[in-house]
C-alpha cells in the first residue's frame, strides 16, 4: 500500500479512536431516549423527526467532550502505555491541531442540531457543551478541581442529557426529576469508579479531584452510596407510575443479556474494580435496548 494511503488510513483510525464511540453511544442513546419516551408517554406530543435530531445532538456533544479530553489529557496520557495506546494524539496518530479542528466540527453540528430542538432542550444541549469544554480544557480544568469535577459530570454526562431529550416534547419534568437525580446518581458512581481506577496515574499527574480529596477508602463508600441513592429514586419513580408496567416484563427479559455481557472488564475495556465493574456492560446494554423496545412501542401507539 502506498505510504500516503496508509498515512490517511492511520489518520482515520486515528479519528474514531478519538471520539471514543464504544465509551459513551450505548449511555448516551439510553439517557436520551429515556427523556424523551417518559415525555412522549405522559404528554400530548406525538414522536415525530426532533427524536433524531435530539439523539445526533447528544451524541455529538458527548463525543466533543471525549474528544476534548483526550486532546488535553495527551501529555499526562503518553507516561502511561495502556492510556497511550487509547489517545490518538498521545499515539502520534493525530496532531493537536488537528485534534482541536474535528473537535470543533462535531461541537459544530452538535450547536447546530441542538437549535432544530425546543428552546429548553437547545439550552440544556449548549450548556452540555459549555461543560464538555470546561471539564477538561487546561485554562479551566473543572475535573481537576474536586466537588465540580463530580458535578460537570454528573450533568453533561447523564441529567443533562436526559433532560435534552425530555424537554425535546415536554417543558415540564414534574416527576421526571427524580428520575434525573436517579440517573445523575449513576453517573456519580461511574464517575467514582474511574477516578478509583486512575487513582495512581492520576496522583502522579497531579490531578486533584474528588477521590484525591476523599482518599480510596471514603471513594469506596460514597461510590456505593451513589448506588444505593440512585435504587431509591428509582423507586420513587415506579411508585409515581413513571413507566409503563410491561416494561418490567422486557427487563426480564433481558436479563441473560446482563450475564452475557458480565466480565472481568469494565465499560472501558480495562480490569474491573470489583462486582459492579464486570456488570456495567450487561445492564447498559439491557438499559438501553429496553429504551428502543419503549421507544418502538411508542411509535406504533403514534401510527395507530
Known amino acids: 500500500m502506498p505510504a500516503h494511503s496508509l498515512e490517511r488510513s492511520r489518520r482515520l483510525a486515528g479519528l474514531a479512536r478519538l471520539t471514543r464511540g464504544t465509551e459513551h453511544l450505548l449511555f448516551t442513546l439510553t439517557l436520551t431516549l429515556m427523556g424523551a419516551n417518559l415525555a412522549l408517554a405522559r404528554g400530548p406530543a406525538a414522536l415525530d423527526v426532533r427524536i433524531a435530531a435530539i439523539l445526533l445532538a447528544n451524541i455529538l456533544a458527548v463525543t466533543f467532550a471525549f474528544m476534548v ?9 503518553a507516561a502511561d502505555p495502556a492510556r497511550a495506546a487509547r ?14 479542528c474535528a473537535a470543533w466540527v462535531a461541537g459544530g453540528l452538535a450547536l447546530a442540531l441542538y437549535a432544530l430542538t425546543p428552546p429548553f432542550a437547545c439550552g440544556t444541549g449548549v450548556l452540555t457543551l459549555l461543560l464538555g469544554l470546561l471539564y477538561s480544557w487546561r485554562p479551566v480544568r473543572l475535573k481537576a478541581m474536586p466537588v465540580l469535577d463530580m458535578l460537570a459530570h454528573v450533568l453533561m454526562l447523564s441529567a443533562l442529557l436526559f433532560l435534552a431529550g425530555f424537554f425535546t416534547y415536554d417543558s415540564s419534568p414534574g416527576g421526571a426529576w427524580w428520575a434525573a437525580a436517579g ?3 449513576v453517573s456519580a458512581y461511574g464517575q467514582l469508579y474511574n477516578q478509583l481506577r486512575d487513582f495512581d496515574l492520576d496522583r502522579a499527574a497531579g490531578l486533584r479531584n474528588s477521590a484525591a480529596l476523599l482518599g480510596r477508602a471514603w471513594t469506596w463508600r460514597l461510590m456505593y452510596v451513589a448506588l444505593a441513592l440512585a435504587l431509591a429514586c428509582l423507586a420513587l419513580t415506579v411508585a409515581r407510575g413513571l413507566w409503563p408496567a410491561w ?9 441473560p443479556v446482563v450475564v452475557w455481557r458480565r466480565s472481568g472488564q469494565d465499560m472501558r475495556g480495562t480490569a474491573a474494580l470489583d462486582i459492579s465493574g464486570r456488570y456495567q456492560a450487561g445492564f447498559m446494554l439491557a438499559a438501553a435496548l429496553t429504551m428502543i423496545v419503549w421507544l418502538g412501542a411508542l411509535a406504533l401507539d403514534a401510527l395507530g
Open 69 to 77: 479530553n483526550d486532546i488535553e489529557d495527551a501529555g499526562d496520557d
Open 87 to 100: 489517545n490518538a494524539i498521545a499515539r502520534g496518530d493525530l496532531t493537536r491541531c488537528e485534534g482541536w
Open 183 to 185: 440517573v445523575a446518581l
Open 247 to 255: 416494561l418490567a416484563i422486557v427487563l426480564v427479559l433481558l436479563v
